[in-house]
């Protein structure tokens, strides 16, 4: 008799699971990432990272990248959403993913890119209940937003060795997150955007240059003095007040 219970308990803990496995149902989620201000992240700037864990026990439920262009522009910053509330289009760029669960998970979504720009990469983190068989793909599906300013130096170039005395060009490209362009006309304006250098020699007090826009070039630019020997480390911060993003990037060259 004992053994018999037993085999039964063992097989009702078997059918159960068999049982919970069989309610699992597929819920699918899209999931877009926005630069703050701009276009979808992924098309030429390389994608980003999304990874999908549940928010109670730390699981890896599924990672991977966005893919597809950065949208239109027009859709985008005209504000001229569709009858489905989406500003994505049907190229933009996303991540599509399934989840079998068989009971609401609270799910964190973190995001982090563009992965071509490490200087640049931010991270966005959002929370929400995901219900089995209920899919996140209405609109935009989850949208994540991410913030700031990819600034790219061209020159100097990174320990390049210089004559004191020599006047060190500066020469720096600012992009939007998404990699759209900043130009003298259009949504993202030059002359909305403030580009600094901050020059220090041997550790010494930083000294500040306001970079001016090269329309022919698309690139910032200023003539760094080079009045010493010595190690000399270069900051440049980039800031767009309208959006609120900001970008940063480093370098030193040597002074002889």
Known sequence: MRVFRRTAWCLSLILGGLSNAAQAERTDLEVRVLAR????????????????????????????????????????????????????????????????????????????????????????????????????????GWLVELPGLIVDLASPLAYQRVKAGASVPLRVGVTMLCGCAIGENGPWRAADTEVDAYLSVDGGEPHRFALRFDPDSSLFQAELPTAAAGVYELEVRAWMGASNNAGVARTAFFVH
């Open 37 to 140: 201000g701009a276009k979808f992240l992924a098309g030429y700037t390389a994608p980003v990272r999304v990874v999908l864990t549940d928010a109670d026990t730390g699981e890896t439920l599924v990672q991977g990248l966005t893919a597809g262009t950065t949208g239109d522009t027009a859709k985008i910053m005209g504000g001229a959403k569709d009858r489905d509330g989406r500003l994505a289009s049907a190229d933009s760029a996303v991540f599509r993913t399934s989840l079998d669960i068989d009971r609401p998970r609270r799910v964190t979504l973190s995001v982090t890119g563009p992965l071509s720009q490490p200087q640049a990469a931010t991270t966005a983190t959002s929370t929400q209940w995901v219900l089995p068989g209920r899919h996140v793909t209405a609109g935009d």
